[in-house]
């Protein structure tokens, strides 16, 4: 049933111009791929899914806390930024608007500093709100590692993301098969197409999020 739970269909779908903040630090170490991006493996490995059921029900647990005391805060706050036709999104586990976000985690060893594998994460959290960011280290007593901003990580981070994205639109078929299934067009985009030369851009950055939409220019 946990396993079943954690695997569910949350209604996301894959678009092939937008990823996950989190997709970022995947795609540098080569786990994701383009043949690869709309396909979804389940989580079945049991360290895994016991790291994961942890982790969410101490956040579950967080929130009963935060929302009991009146905090002031937003649970799973969604994020966009958006530039050229390309966009990044994420979710903050919990943002105090105007103060700071605190992302939360639960690994499997104690932390010693804050891992590079969540870098790219509270980066895009902090270019979208602008605030200071926190890892929050599962379990008790929850210890929160700051993360510092880093301009070069955020313009490698847009490059690629773009240029990922741009590998994606390549493998899929043109616009006017309106009627290829999903199963068809993920043998499609499986198949091997060899180099795909890179053409990132400048152009002006959108962030929006659920409760304001706003654009800025960014050095690119």
């Given at each position: 049933?946990?396993?079943?739970?954690?695997?569910?269909?949350?209604?996301?779908?894959?678009?092939?111009?937008?990823?996950?903040?989190?997709d970022i630090f995947k795609i540098k170490k080569g786990y994701l791929k383009p043949?690869?991006?709309?396909?979804?493996?389940?989580?079945?490995?049991?360290?895994?899914?016991?790291?994961?059921?942890?982790?969410?029900?101490?956040?579950?647990?967080?929130?009963?806390?935060?929302?009991?005391?009146?905090?002031?805060?937003?649970?799973?706050?969604?994020?966009?930024?958006?530039?050229?036709?390309?966009?990044?999104?994420?979710?903050?586990?919990?943002?105090?608007?105007?103060?700071?976000?605190?992302?939360?985690?639960?690994?499997?060893?104690?932390?010693?500093?804050?891992?590079?594998?969540?870098?790219?994460?509270?980066?895009?959290?902090?270019?979208?709100?602008?605030?200071?960011?926190?890892?929050?280290?599962?379990?008790?007593?929850?210890?929160?590692?700051?993360?510092?901003?880093?301009?070069?990580?955020?313009?490698?981070?847009?490059?690629?993301?773009?240029?990922?994205?741009?590998?994606?639109?390549?493998?899929?078929?043109?616009?006017?098969?309106?009627?290829?299934?999903?199963?068809?067009?993920?043998?499609?985009?499986?198949?091997?197409?060899?180099?795909?030369?890179?053409?990132?851009?400048?152009?002006?950055?959108?962030?929006?999020t659920n409760t304001r939409r706003r654009s800025h220019r960014w050095p690119i």
């Amino acid at each position: 049933m946990i396993c079943k739970y954690v695997n569910r269909d949350t209604g996301h779908k894959r678009e092939y111009n937008r990823i996950y903040a989190t997709d970022i630090f995947k795609i540098k170490k080569g786990y994701l791929k383009p043949k690869d991006f709309f396909t979804k493996e389940p989580i079945e490995d049991n360290t895994a899914l016991n790291l994961i059921t942890k982790g969410i029900a101490m956040e579950d647990f967080l929130l009963k806390v935060f929302t009991e005391l009146k905090a002031p805060i937003k649970h799973h706050h969604k994020l966009e930024y958006t530039f050229e036709d390309v966009t990044i999104s994420g979710e903050i586990d919990f943002l105090f608007p105007d103060k700071m976000v605190i992302e939360t985690k639960f690994p499997k060893e104690p932390l010693t500093e804050l891992p590079e594998r969540y870098k790219d994460q509270c980066e895009f959290y902090h270019r979208v709100t602008g605030l200071p960011v926190y890892l929050g280290e599962f379990p008790y007593p929850m210890k929160l590692w700051p993360y510092i901003p880093d301009d070069t990580r955020w313009e490698e981070d847009k490059k690629i993301a773009y240029d990922f994205c741009k590998k994606v639109e390549k493998l899929i078929p043109a616009k006017t098969s309106t009627e290829t299934s999903t199963e068809r067009l993920i043998e499609l985009i499986r198949a091997d197409t060899g180099p795909i030369f890179n053409t990132y851009p400048s152009n002006v950055g959108i962030i929006s999020t659920n409760t304001r939409r706003r654009s800025h220019r960014w050095p690119i």
